[in-house]
């Protein structure tokens, strides 16, 4: 079945680095980009941005420009989603997300489906 | 950046009660609209796309309407496995941005 499995969860301290990875199993993983979202604890859902799986291009959030790399391993269909210089207020779950629909170089919008059980980054001095 | 608005941020209601939760969008968004609900320590899961098509294996008493700016989200017959949060998302433009989110709690 299609899925998405995230690595653990991480802690990390102020000014430090946290690399989190996605590995899609169940579909072929150029069809698709990965999207990131983060939830800070009792919070909603914020859009981190997405990466193209089959050109590499990206579109990140406006707030993250920056401090937040996204990659992909094509060869073991993995995503990858770093963040530095790691502030407190990054302590979230960080999901990622299956989307959009791309052929041919062409995305068109899509839902996202599935998403990864989340990785929880917690930011700590 | 397009900005989604959900009422109301919280509802309280009883099993088998019909309940409806709003989404607007700063500008129109067309149809490309989907809802999700999430429980605790939980992956948000699909419910709702292109503002009205039902995902496979969603139950049939959620369904979802509208379009441009103003969307839906009803649920026919609560069931108490409803009691969750529910966040519209739009994916027209290349941000995406997701409302704020709407906690559903037993009356």
């Known amino acids: 079945q299609v899925q998405l499995v995230q690595s653990g969860a991480e802690v990390k301290k102020p000014g430090a680095s946290v690399k989190v990875s996605c590995k899609a199993s169940?579909?072929?993983?150029?069809?698709?980009?990965i999207n990131w979202v983060r939830q800070a604890p009792g919070q909603g859902l914020e859009w981190m941005g997405w990466i193209s799986t089959y050109t590499g291009n990206t579109n990140y959030a406006q707030k993250l420009q920056g401090r937040v790399t996204m990659t992909t391993d094509t060869s073991t269909s993995t995503a990858y989603m770093e963040l530095r210089r790691l502030r407190s207020d990054d302590t979230a779950v960080y999901y990622c997300a299956r989307a959009p629909y791309c052929t041919g170089g062409v995305c068109f919008p899509s839902r996202f489906d599935p998403w990864g059980q989340g990785t929880l980054v917690t930011v700590s001095s | 950046d397009i900005q989604m608005t959900q009422s109301p941020s919280t509802l309280s209601a009883s099993v088998g009660d019909r309940v409806t939760i709003t989404c607007r969008a700063s500008?129109?968004?067309?149809?490309?609209l989907a809802w999700y609900q999430q429980k605790p320590g939980k992956a948000p899961n699909l419910l709702i796309y292109k503002a009205s098509s039902l995902e496979s294996g969603v139950p049939s008493r959620f369904s979802g309407s509208g379009s441009g700016t103003e969307f839906t989200l009803t649920i026919s017959s609560l069931q108490p496995d409803d009691f969750a949060t529910y966040y519209c998302q739009q994916y027209n433009s290349s941000s995406i941005t997701f409302g704020q989110g709407t906690r559903l709690e037993i009356k």
């Open positions: 500008q129109s968004i067309s149809s490309w």
């Open positions: 169940g579909y072929t993983f150029t069809n698709y980009g």
